[in-house]
């Protein structure tokens, strides 16, 4: 049963962060998820210096407010004219700093766990239960990243039309109407919120390679949206089953296995897909200069 845990929350990462990682792949933003799971370190620190307590709850709340705010500022840096990967750079590493201060001078003396909060085990998942009336209904993480997952289609499907305008030509966007910069914060809250449900049960490392590796597998593999979203839903989620039984058999990392797996795929894609396939293209050069010789020839 717990196999089944297992391979069902990696699913489900992979589908919430699949969804939000096309659109962040076409925007040219992959890496902000990397940047929110150093940047919410703060949040953690402050919300257990208000609340007094190692509850995941807190915890993640005040990693998620974090989070938001991290978006917040990155998007009012590249406005003023910094380029958006030194924006996003300089936002995650100086808010990571200062959780890092602030966990020198107030937590000293305390045992706060950072790396359950931050970097937690997907293997655990399935003993990390939720309790309600006393009645055991599951994984947390599954609950969470379900919920995550579930606001994420909901949002994207009342929006679709809106959001992938806004990925593709923002001006055009701006000039039918479309209010360009809110739905911008909407897609950045979903990253922010996607991420953060995910961190305490399966790690930075299976949300952040979640997030940009099968949407970027997926980008190379179809010209359209849809199916591209589609594509990297599926893609994630088969990384998630072969690589929990590749961990099995190596006895190793599970998040890293999937994401090696991910690797493995996109390497692939980036040789043989149909239209960017640096292979096929080579092989439809020589083509190319094998036909137009012999008609040179003739």
Request: with cysteine; hydrophobic share 55%.
């Amino acid at each position: 049963m717990s196999t089944f845990w297992i391979i069902l929350t990696g699913a489900l990462v992979a589908s919430t962060c699949g969804i939000v990682g096309c659109f962040l792949v076409l925007r040219k933003m992959a890496m902000i998820g990397d940047a929110i799971s150093h940047a919410v370190l703060p949040g953690i620190v402050i919300a257990f210096l208000i609340t007094g307590s190692r509850d995941s709850l807190f915890m993640m709340l005040g990693a998620a407010a974090i989070g938001l705010i991290t978006v917040f500022l990155i998007q009012l840096f590249h406005h003023s004219g910094v380029q958006s990967d030194a924006a996003i750079g300089v936002v995650f590493t100086a808010l990571f700093a200062v959780g890092v201060v602030l966990i020198s001078i107030f937590t000293k003396d305390i045992d706060l766990d950072l790396d359950c909060v931050l970097y937690g085990e997907i293997a655990y998942v399935p003993w990390n239960t939720l309790h309600i009336g006393g009645l055991d209904i599951g994984p947390k993480a599954v609950w969470g990243v379900g919920l995550a997952l579930l606001l994420t289609v909901i949002v994207i499907s009342l929006f679709y039309k809106q959001f992938k305008i806004c990925s593709f030509d923002p001006a055009m966007a701006a000039a039918v109407g479309i209010p360009v910069v809110l739905f911008h914060y909407l897609l950045m809250g979903l990253v922010s919120i996607s991420t953060v449900a995910s961190f305490e049960s399966v790690g930075a490392i299976l949300v952040v390679g979640m997030l940009v590796i099968p949407p970027a597998t997926a980008y190379l593999l179809t010209e359209k949206l849809s199916k591209m979203i589609i594509y990297s839903i599926i893609i994630g989620c088969f990384c998630s089953i072969i690589g929990y039984y590749v961990a099995h058999l190596l006895d190793a990392s599970i998040a890293g296995s999937m994401i090696s797996i991910a690797g493995c795929f996109f390497v692939l894609a980036l040789l043989f897909s149909p239209t960017h396939g640096v292979w096929v293209r080579k092989w439809k050069q020589k083509q190319f200069i094998h036909e137009d010789v012999t008609q040179t020839q003739v």
